[in-house]
């Protein structure tokens, strides 16, 4: 079945550092690939998405890349802010359902 | 504003008690999920349903049970059956249609269950 992993359970960059969060899925479909984000108390929020192949998401300074050849949709960020604390959800959506990552700890230190 | 509401926000359950979660949206959306959310596990599919009065099992559904009546309303029943319903429960919501093939999911803010 489809699957996703998220390397990284939590990263700890300082403010202004660069980031990326790993993400890798596997699939037999031709998905859409997502990235959530959730804060303390309340339910994820789509933060950037990418329908198919070569499209690229962007929010806020946010990037993701869809990349069919190495099956990832990494998220990246040039510059952290500590209001960019969070957890990060890499998700695809196949023909019926959804499948999330375990979820990626975002805390920016000042 | 459109979105979907989950009440109640705090839920306590006593043992050998079903409790119900609440799950209505607004947004004119075919489809609803109910996902369970631990701590370093992420989202994890309990039922979902696509049109009214049907809907299928996800990856953990024993202990729980759902209905579908009507379109904006997706009920979630914990069962004495489910031995370890301390979480937090997400409803969601999306769009379906060949038009609008995977499309993302929108999310609730939640219900917090825990045993007494």
């Known amino acids: 079945g489809d699957s996703v992993v998220q390397t990284e359970g939590q990263v700890l960059p300082s403010e202004g550092d660069s980031l990326i969060v790993n993400c890798s899925y596997e699939?037999?479909?031709?998905?859409?690939l997502f990235w959530y984000v959730q804060y303390p108390g309340e339910g994820p929020q789509l933060h950037l998405k990418?329908?198919?192949?070569?499209d690229k998401g962007r929010n806020k300074g946010f990037e993701a890349m869809y990349r069919k050849e190495t099956t990832s949709f990494h998220l990246e960020k040039d510059s952290v802010q500590e209001s960019d604390s969070a957890v990060y959800f890499c998700?695809?959506?196949?023909?019926?359902?959804?499948?999330f990552g375990a979820g990626t700890r975002l805390t920016v230190k000042p | 504003d459109g979105g979907i509401t989950q009440s109640p926000k705090y839920l306590f359950r006593k043992e050998g008690q079903n409790v119900t979660l609440s799950c209505e949206q607004n947004?004119?959306?075919?489809?609803m999920y109910w996902y369970r959310q631990d701590p370093g596990q992420g989202l994890r599919l309990i039922y979902y349903?696509?049109?009214?009065?049907?809907?299928q099992k996800g990856d953990i559904a024993e202990g729980y049970s759902v209905s579908r009546e009507k379109k904006e309303s997706f009920p979630l029943t914990v069962t004495s059956a489910q031995k370890n319903p301390t979480a937090f429960y997400l409803c969601?919501?999306?769009?379906?249609?060949?038009?609008?093939?995977?499309?993302?999911?929108?999310f609730g803010d939640g219900t917090r269950l825990s045993i007494l």
């Open positions: 969601a919501s999306s769009i379906l249609g060949q038009a609008y093939s995977n499309q993302p999911q929108h």
């Open positions: 699939t037999t479909q031709y998905p859409s």
């Open positions: 990418a329908m198919k192949a070569n």
């Open positions: 998700a695809l959506s196949g023909s019926n359902d959804m499948r």
């Open positions: 947004l004119n959306h075919d489809a």
């Open positions: 349903s696509q049109i009214v009065n049907d809907f």
